[in-house]
């Protein structure tokens, strides 16, 4: 069975970083391209970029460019989505699922990230 | 990048009524790159159709989709209880992936 696993929620104060991890399993993990998606609160989905774990290669969308880093660690078949200084606006749910066929087909539960004062 | 717009923002039905979706592309999308999800509150996204009209693993035949070029529709031909919740359309071109704004399908 597929599955990449997020862990719990994170709470940060602004200016502080943080590394959040997706972690697959019973999958090829390098074989395919990882996508990590937000969404703020009450508002859409939106695709931050993609990473394949053989080569970590990354695509970024423009939006993100530069605002976070992703990177992966084949041997322990996990991903990363890090920020390097969190700002209030970085308030939401972080997804990482698996890209397949154009499309996103196994997901994690995703990793709710809170930045406040 | 591609802009994917759907409509209507909200649709309100009954269970048993029938759900057409729009999704308009702002360019030609492949149809091997364009997908469907369905999004609850305190779940993950599951996707529904891929390639436009296949749909995936588990996803009972009253979902399908259909559409190329510019034009796709997602269909729920008789609403369950359990439908009701917001759905996106995804493309994936040129290795740049994009959604959608979401129609929510509510209880009338």
């Known amino acids: 069975e597929v599955q990449l696993v997020q862990y719990g929620a994170e709470v940060k104060k602004p200016g502080e970083s943080l590394k959040i991890s997706c972690k697959g399993s019973?999958?090829?993990?390098?074989?395919?391209?990882i996508g990590w998606v937000r969404q703020m609160p009450g508002k859409g989905l939106e695709c931050m970029g993609i990473?394949?774990?053989?080569?970590?290669?990354?695509i970024y969308s423009p939006s993100f460019q530069g605002q976070v880093t992703m990177s992966a660690d084949k041997s322990i078949n996990t991903a990363y989505l890090q920020w390097s200084s969190l700002k209030a606006s970085d308030t939401a749910m972080y997804y990482c699922?698996?890209?397949?066929?154009?499309?996103?087909?196994?997901w994690g539960q995703g990793a709710l990230v809170t930045v406040s004062s | 990048e591609i802009v994917l717009t759907q409509s209507p923002g909200t649709l309100s039905l009954s269970p048993g009524e029938r759900a057409t979706l729009s999704c308009r592309a702002s360019?030609?999308?492949?149809?091997?790159?364009l997908a469907w999800y369905q999004h609850k509150p305190g779940q993950a996204p599951r996707l529904l159709i891929y390639?436009?009209?296949s749909r995936a693993t588990g996803i009972p035949d009253r979902f399908s989709g259909s559409g190329s070029g510019t034009d796709f529709t997602l269909t729920i031909s008789r609403l369950e209880p359990e439908d009701f919740a917001v759905y996106y359309c995804q493309q994936f071109g040129s290795s740049r992936l994009t959604f959608g704004g979401g129609t929510k399908v509510e209880i009338k």
């Open positions: 360019q030609s999308v492949s149809s091997s790159d």
């Open positions: 390639g436009a009209s």
């Open positions: 990473i394949y774990p053989g080569d970590s290669d990354t």
């Open positions: 019973g999958y090829s993990f390098t074989n395919y391209w």
């Open positions: 699922a698996r890209l397949r066929s154009g499309s996103l087909d196994s």
